[in-house]
């Protein structure tokens, strides 16, 4: 129920504007926020993200947004989105661009959001950058694998999110094994109906440890994006054996940098997904709604000096 209510107050416009007309409000929140978002502008994002790559860690930027309703919000999207890319480029960082396409243009049609991301992908291909398209609700996931699979063939510097809770997605994963572009697997962040979707469950973790190992098998470029301690163990003992190096596991920013520090010293790929922008209400409300315990989490970012 926390959850549900949070991701409804993620998206509640008079909430939003709560928080921004509030100065108090703003600063309490953006203490809990900080745990998760980067910054709020470009640069901040930067400077986090070349200190991280010093590091070793490969990164997904994004700025944060989601379900633009007008064209000149899409137009500005992609603007911000291209100069992310080319400070990427001047920068020398080979990096990845995570977006949502809902974000570019999907909610106002599929040619819109295919247009946008041939002009990013682009862009992407000349400053030697990466996409990676992440995945929203359900209702959605058709339109995204359309996008992603009419743009795919052209552009191999972009990728998709696949979520293994959707029942469709073992289905889904052996044809994108057919496109050269990454797949991120992740257990899925929205609340699905079960006809559609299974909850965390043993059940859930053993189809992701299944279709991980299918991604593998085949060598296919890929994203092992999960927190999970036992899905890490055991992918992770897989890999080994199997291809030693070539799994990359990928967390949110602020969410077990521990454990992750720690794959990286063992050899392993890592890449850290580091939001950030003036949307981090939003992203805030969602990484509370996935994982309510974050409540407390951030009651005690908020309350500690
Ligand atoms: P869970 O079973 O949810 O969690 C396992 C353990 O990890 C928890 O017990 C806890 O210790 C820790 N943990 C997990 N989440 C949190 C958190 N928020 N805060 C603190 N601790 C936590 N979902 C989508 O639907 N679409 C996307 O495009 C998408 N992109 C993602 C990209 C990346 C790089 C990552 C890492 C996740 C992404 N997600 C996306 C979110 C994903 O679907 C899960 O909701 C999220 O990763 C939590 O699931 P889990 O696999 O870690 O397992």
Redesign the pocket.
């Known amino acids: 129920q926390a959850a549900a209510a949070l991701r409804i107050i993620a998206r509640d416009a008079n909430m939003k504007a709560s928080v921004r007309q509030s100065a108090e409000l703003y600063q309490l929140l953006w203490r809990a926020a900080q745990r998760?978002v980067t910054g709020e502008t470009l640069p901040e994002a930067l400077e986090s993200a070349q200190h991280l790559a010093a590091m070793g860690y490969g990164l997904?930027l994004e700025p944060i947004g989601e379900n633009t309703e007008e064209l000149a919000a899409c137009r500005a999207a992609v603007a911000t989105f291209s100069a992310l890319i080319e400070e990427l480029g001047r920068l020398s960082l080979a990096e990845t661009v995570?977006l949502?396409l809902s974000h570019i243009g999907l909610n106002l049609g599929e040619e819109l959001a295919r247009g946008h991301l041939t002009e990013l992908a682009e862009l992407a291909r000349q400053h030697g950058v990466s996409l990676?398209?992440?995945?929203?609700?359900s209702a959605k996931t058709e339109a995204i694998l359309g996008v992603y699979k009419r743009t795919a063939g052209r552009y191999p510097n972009v990728g998709v999110?696949l979520?293994?809770?959707l029942h469709r997605s073992p289905a889904d994963l052996t044809e994108l094994m057919q496109y050269p572009g990454k797949i991120?697997l992740?257990?899925?962040?929205?609340g699905e109906k079960p006809e559609v979707a299974l909850p965390?469950s043993e059940e859930?973790?053993r189809r992701?440890l299944d279709m991980a190992e299918r991604l593998l098998e085949n060598g296919h470029p890929c994203?092992i994006?999960?927190?999970?301690?036992a899905?890490l163990c055991e992918i992770g003992r897989i890999a080994g054996e199997r291809l030693p190096g070539f799994a990359e596991f990928?967390?949110?920013y602020?969410?077990?940098p521990e454990r992750l520090n720690e794959l990286r010293l063992g050899g392993n790929a890592c890449?850290?997904?580091l939001p950030y922008g003036p949307e981090w209400y939003l992203y805030l409300c969602?990484?509370?709604a996935?994982?309510p315990?974050?409540i407390f989490?951030a009651l005690t970012d908020i309350v500690s000096p």
Do not use: C, P, W
């Open positions: 998760f997904s995570s949502d990676m398209i992440g995945m929203e609700e999110t979520q293994a809770h991120r992740v257990k899925g962040a929205y965390r859930l973790n992701y994203s994006a999960t927190h999970d301690e899905l990928e967390m949110l602020g969410v077990r890449r850290i997904y969602h990484r509370l996935e994982h315990n974050n989490r």
